[in-house]
């Protein structure tokens, strides 16, 4: 994190932490940082690995290409990859009048971005902090991150349904957020985690705009045939039962995770690949579900 004109704030990560919540606390302002967002969507898992930063992105690149200005705020402390993801790891943060500006990932500043991995001293420091500390760096990056206008603001979540995630629902309840994506994976296991976040979602009077189910079967890039490594249809079945919209199924793609490694644009450059058609149909039933005449 640097201040104005690029200088470091300080050599400690701690201390960087510490001053970064001290410091926004001054630009609280009376318009809040949040009001040129037209529609909040939160990224939610009870379980971890099954690539919700990974869908987090891929939606984030599809509503862009769809000519949407869209933020990422990664909430996931204590794994954030998102920077890396987009290729934005070696950025810094900066202040601005109105609290800090997000990374930009593209000349045109169509996607923005905000993670604790920009705060980070050394890619590979921890960040070993107890519960409080965690909520209030959650709050100060809702309310003090300067988004300006955008049409999508994507909340990329950890695991689970304990402090951060309510700390999350909570603080942008005023904003009235659309609602919340559910990612699992096929298997039982998966699902049945899943299924507790359901019920978080339920507690928190949040809407659930559907589940996605990754890795759903491995099309082969030279046969094309599918092999269901993790079995399949857990997450449809999940759907049904909850009774919420099934999004879409996302199968485990090479190219997918090429891009992810290498922080390319998966929409642009593989668009005839098995996992493309998958995610952009997901964007487009978002889309669609934010359009007037679904309203």
Known sequence: MRQNGGVPATDSFGRICLQFLLTLGLFSSEKSNLAGVRHILL???????VGKSTISTELALALRHAGKKVGILDVDLCGPSIPRMLKVQDKDVHQCDSGWVPVFVDQDKSISLMSIGFLLEKPDDAVVWRGPKKNAL??????????GGLDFLIVDTPPGTSDEHISTVESLRPYQPLGAVLVTTPQ???????????TFCKKTGLRVIGIIENMSGFVCPHCSECTNIFSKGGGEELAKHAGVPFLGCVPLDPQLTQSLEEGRDFIQEFPKSSAFPA?????????????PQSS
């Open 43 to 49: 990224v939610l898992s009870g379980k971890g690995g």
């Open 138 to 147: 959650i709050k100060q990056f809702i309310s003090d991150v300067a988004w």
């Open 188 to 198: 039982a296991v998966s699902v049945g985690d899943v299924r507790r976040e359901l």
């Open 279 to 291: 995610l952009a149909n997901i964007a487009q039933q978002i889309l669609d579900g934010t359009s």
